[in-house]
């Protein structure tokens, strides 16, 4: 079975950064396309940052310039570097899997950006 474990969420202040990391049990993590969604309480869950294995990487524009995915394919892992967060970006945030056939959901981790 296929697990996707995020850590390194939690409480920071305006203006600071966390770095989120997704540990996959997934052994060819190069052929998946990974990505790292976000969701607020009553909100769909938000696409913010994707890295498809040709690579090409995008972000949404609310996210680019200050936040940062990449992969260790060797470690079989994701990361997401957030810098100069804001409250607005308080959510869960996700980390996805996904090939033809198959998509991956982590548990989620919490980021509360506030004072």
């Known amino acids: 079975q296929v697990q996707l474990v995020e850590s390194g969420g939690g409480l920071v202040q305006p203006g600071g950064s966390l770095r989120l990391s997704c540990v996959s049990s997934?052994?060819?993590?190069?052929?998946?396309?990974m990505s790292w969604y976000r969701q607020t309480p009553g909100a769909q869950r938000e696409l913010i940052a994707r890295?498809?294995?040709?690579?090409?990487?995008t972000y949404a524009d609310d996210v680019k310039g200050r936040f940062i995915i990449s992969r260790d394919n060797a470690k079989n892992t994701l990361y997401l570097q957030m810098n100069s967060l804001r409250p607005e970006d308080t959510a869960v945030y996700y980390c996805?899997?996904?090939?033809?056939?198959?998509?991956?959901w982590g548990q989620g981790t919490q980021v509360t950006v506030s004072w």
């Open positions: 890295d498809t294995s040709d690579p090409k990487i």
């Open positions: 996805n899997a996904d090939q033809v056939g198959a998509r991956y």
């Open positions: 997934i052994s060819t993590l190069e052929f998946y396309r």
